[in-house]
């Protein structure tokens, strides 16, 4: 399960960022997104990520749907913690225990269980004008003491869904009945591997998961699915998945990328490699984002792609040579939207390969390097692809 940096306050290239949707194009890949969104103190990559998704692949589809407003994370969320605590429970008996288990994390492919379940609402009909992260972060506080003092303090009153319905509405402030618009009512662009799209439902790019124990492979004729990263595989392997998520890139689509974050990696929007020492656990973690275009050298015939300038179809065909050098990977996040130094656009990062493909050592403050407390964690984990790629 993607963990999804549940400690944000520590990330101050992650200034509060502007909500409002916007399209961009001028990219070599031309991938059209809905606006970047700042998660703030929440553990809810998964869910910005997910939802942001499906919104640029709905504003593929139909442009004028970007005038209709984020998917609303909050709604996502509410039935996440009426799962966890109806039907995991909550075993934590402190304040913070309590909302570290409802801020769990999650994964794409469990966010797209979410959706089909329950569908999706609009963050203007569920929050209103209200920051999804501030009111992510206030419902906590509500259900973590219900949870600990009030209504669902005992085993029998987690598992009356009425009852803790009720306790969530009021966490979410939701005093009247939702319309959701089912994912088989979302119409979606999605791309075919002969260069060609096909106008579909979300619920076909979602299809099927494969099993209940991994929501993330997903079987149907549209359908999405992860694609692991294993760090042993040969180079000719290696350039096979990253052609594939470039080939999915240009088909004008993001791509949801597992990775570590490190906070101590970060340089104002700028992963280049891993950190020298090691980074602090618990201000770093797999996180779920979106792949949005990519700089690439010695591309046959073309030199180098720099990312934010549009190619020709000429010049991305070209791109998929074996000799071609991916630079780095730009990623949509959701961090907000500071203003990046460089140029680049603000809410997104520049992951290069050295980091991509590194290892990053982790041991909590004041531990020595060497000891058992500290771990490594390889930075890629997996992507999803559309299907056929």
């Not at 269980?113 to 203007?124: D, K, P, T, W």
């Not at 088909?251 to 570590?260: A, F, H, K, L, T």
């Amino acid at each position: 399960m993607r963990l999804a940096l549940a400690a944000l306050s520590l990330i101050v290239v992650a200034a509060c960022g502007a909500d409002d949707p916007a399209t961009s194009s001028d990219d070599v890949t031309s991938v059209p997104e809905s606006g970047v969104r700042d998660q703030k103190d929440t553990g809810n990559c998964w869910l910005f990520a997910t939802t942001g998704w499906a919104e640029s692949l709905e504003i593929a589809a139909d442009p004028s749907a970007a005038a209709k407003g984020h998917w609303a994370v909050t709604y996502l969320d509410y039935w996440d913690w009426l799962a966890k605590i109806t039907k995991s429970g909550i075993r934590a008996k402190t304040d913070q225990g309590v909302k570290d288990e409802l801020d769990s994390g999650g994964s794409w492919g469990a966010a797209s269980e979410l959706i089909l379940a329950h569908g999706l609402v609009r963050q203007s009909d569920f929050t209103g004008e209200a920051s999804e992260a501030n009111l992510i972060v206030s419902a906590q506080a509500v259900m973590a003491d219900s949870l600990l003092h009030g209504a669902l303090k005992t085993p029998a009153s987690r598992k009356d869904e009425a009852l803790v319905r009720s306790e969530l509405d009021r966490a979410f402030g939701v005093t009247h009945a939702l319309t959701p618009t089912n994912a088989s009512d979302i119409r979606v662009r999605l791309p075919k591997r002969d260069g060609t799209h096909v106008i579909a439902t979300l619920t076909d790019a979602i299809g099927t998961a494969k099993s209940a124990d991994d929501p993330d492979t997903r079987v149907g004729p549209l359908a999405w699915s992860h694609l692991a990263f294993h760090k042993n595989l040969s180079l000719a392997k290696r350039r096979d998945f990253f052609r594939r998520v470039q080939r999915a890139l240009h088909g004008g689509v993001p791509v949801p990328i597992g990775w570590y974050w490190a906070d101590t990696a970060n340089v104002q929007g700028v992963f280049r490699a891993p950190p020298d020492k090691p980074a602090d656990p618990i201000e770093s973690a797999y996180h779920e984002a979106l792949i949005d275009d990519y700089e690439a050298n010695d591309v046959p015939g073309f030199g180098t792609l720099h990312a934010g300038d549009v190619a020709s179809p000429q010049a991305q065909a070209a791109a998929l040579a074996e000799k071609t050098e991916i630079v780095f990977l730009r990623i949509k996040d959701s961090f907000g939207a500071l203003k990046r130094p460089d140029g680049a656009p603000p809410g997104y990062d520049d992951v290069y390969m050295d980091y991509l493909l590194g290892t990053v050592h982790t041991c909590p403050k004041g531990v020595a390097p060497t000891s058992s407390r500290c771990s490594d964690n390889d930075v890629l984990d997996d992507v999803v692809l559309p299907a056929g790629f």
